[in-house]
């Protein structure tokens, strides 16, 4: 069962232009949701994040938006720069738990060209 | 502030050997994590420790799988014997809260 998806696997945009990742969860008692970044032979890097309270969150060229009522999520990249060509994870986890556990979609590779 | 630290960074065993991974966390992250990531798809937690606790084991394939946080500070993660499907990248992450830090993985290929 996946609880997180992200359904496309690979984003291609143009320099300077926006880029937006999609997310999808299913279960309603994830109340916080991450953004991670990888490149080739590294760990993934925490990106931005936000809560269940809030329907926008915005750090710099990056800015998340939530919409509970869909179980959805999306990244929003503006400009887009050929150094954010990476894979894209989002997370999400639950308050609830008290453990801390994060369940990750599958990814998706995101190119940009110059 | 030095991240997370993880060794080896690549090993490449045949089937039915034995392997083990390294993790040192950040200092003072009580929080441990042990992923493993196949091509294609996202992390999975495979162990979480709170110290030298196990937390959460749900996903780990306690048959083949272990691990251990001695000190509740560096931990180890041993896979003994190796099946070519255990071929992944294994993440080891750090928390103090709920922003989690990773190391750079070590990528396993099993022969």
């Known amino acids: 069962d996946q609880q997180v998806k992200q359904n496309s696997p690979s984003l291609s945009v143009q320099e300077g232009r926006i880029s937006i990742l999609n997310c999808d969860y299913t279960n309603s008692m994830f109340d916080y949701f991450l953004w991670y970044k990888k490149y080739p032979a590294e760990g993934p890097t925490f990106l931005i994040s936000?809560?269940?309270?809030?329907d926008k969150n915005e750090d710099g060229r990056f800015t998340v938006f939530l919409n509970k009522s869909a179980k959805h999520l999306s990244l929003h990249i503006v400009p887009s720069q050929p150094g954010d060509s990476a894979v894209y994870f989002c997370?999400?986890?639950?308050?609830?738990?008290?453990?801390?556990?994060?369940?990750f979609g599958q990814g998706t590779t995101l190119q940009v060209k110059p | 502030e030095a991240g997370v630290a993880q060794s080896p960074r690549y090993k490449i065993i045949e089937k039915r050997q034995s392997v083990a991974f390294w993790c040192n966390p950040i200092?003072?992250?009580?929080?441990l994590y042990w992923y493993q990531q196949i091509l294609g798809q996202g992390p999975k937690l495979l162990i979480q420790?709170?110290?030298?606790?196990?937390?959460?084991d749900s996903q780990l394939p306690k048959d083949r799988f272990s691990a251990e946080r001695l000190k509740g500070v560096d931990s180890t993660l041993k896979i003994q014997p190796a099946k070519l499907e255990d071929s992944a990248v294994y993440l080891c992450?750090?928390?103090?809260?709920?922003?989690?830090?990773f190391g750079p993985g070590t990528r396993l290929t099993v022969t």
């Open positions: 420790f709170q110290n030298n606790g196990v937390v959460d």
């Open positions: 200092s003072g992250h009580a929080t």
């Open positions: 997370a999400a986890g639950s308050g609830s738990s008290n453990t801390g556990k994060l369940i």
């Open positions: 992450a750090s928390s103090l809260a709920v922003k989690q830090y």
């Open positions: 936000i809560s269940s309270i809030k």
